[in-house]
T-cell receptor, first 114, second 117 residues
Framework: GGIITQTPKFLIGQEGQKLTLKCQQNFNHDTMYWYRQDSGKGLRLIYYSITENDLQKGDLSEGYDASREKKSSFSLTVTSAQKNEMAVFLC?????????????FGEGSKLTVL | GDSVTQTEGQVTVSESKSLIINCTYSTTSIAYPNLFWYVRYPGEGLQLLLKVITAGQKGSSRGFEATYNKETTSFHLQKASVQESDSAVYYC??????????????FGTGTLLSVKP
């Protein structure tokens, strides 16, 4: 089996600050994802990457940057944190086509903006 | 576009009673949908509960069942007798069997299940 590790688990920032979340996976999966989870809104895709150095925008990419410098890691940057923002960011990975599309998730990073 | 609808944001059920959480999907781009139920237990990460990739088939896990109904575009989650340990948030999700769009999943808004002792 494998594991997805997200750091930090808790992130507190100030309004306007740039904040970065990191994700590592040891599944050797090709594709990685960042989702945002808000209460009552489910999970919404921010960015995904189908291979090293690839980036694809999801429905919620505005206000975020992402980076996939190597296969095992995928970073997400909040470019300017919004006051009173609170959300959980979930990193996930999946293997190649044909594995029925199952995603494996990390435990999440909780963001609070003061 | 593609979307998943879960009508119940929160459900409370007494232990040993039956449960149904509704899920319907809509798609304009996915010819062969994969359907999933994910669960997030308190203090844990989101994990797969069950999946079905063929219309008409039923998936099951931990006493939960869901049948992929292509005619009604539904994938309702059911359990005959819930336990306190089933208390969690349940998400229905839609994917593309042929991995179009990088295997990304579209999630519903989630249903918080609380089981009373």
């Amino acid at each position: 089996g494998g594991i997805i590790t997200q750091t930090p688990k808790f992130l507190i920032g100030q309004e306007g600050q740039k904040l970065t979340l990191k994700c590592q996976q040891n599944f050797n999966h090709d594709t990685m994802y960042w989702y945002r989870q808000d209460s009552g809104k489910g999970l919404r895709l921010i960015y995904y990457s189908i291979t090293e150095n690839d980036l694809q925008k999801g429905d919620l990419s505005e206000g975020y940057d992402a980076s996939r410098e190597k296969k095992s890691s995928f970073s997400l940057t909040v470019t300017s944190a919004q006051k009173n923002e609170m959300a959980v960011f979930l990193c996930a990975s999946s293997g190649t086509v044909g594995n029925t599309g199952q995603l494996y998730f990390g435990e999440g990073s909780k963001l609070t903006v003061l | 576009g593609d979307s998943v609808t879960q009508t119940e944001g929160q459900v409370t059920v007494s232990e040993s009673k039956s449960l149904i959480i509704n899920c319907t999907y809509s798609t304009t781009s996915i010819a062969y949908p994969n359907l999933f139920w994910y669960v997030r237990y308190p203090g844990e990460g989101l994990q797969l509960l069950l999946k079905v990739i063929t219309a008409g088939q039923k998936g099951s896990s931990r006493g939960f069942e869901a049948t992929y109904n292509k005619e009604t575009t539904s994938f309702h989650l059911q359990k005959a007798s819930v336990q306190e340990s089933d208390s969690a948030v349940y998400y229905c999700a839609l994917g593309d069997r042929y991995g179009g769009s990088g295997n990304k999943l579209i999630f519903g808004t989630g249903t918080l299940l609380s089981v009373k002792p």
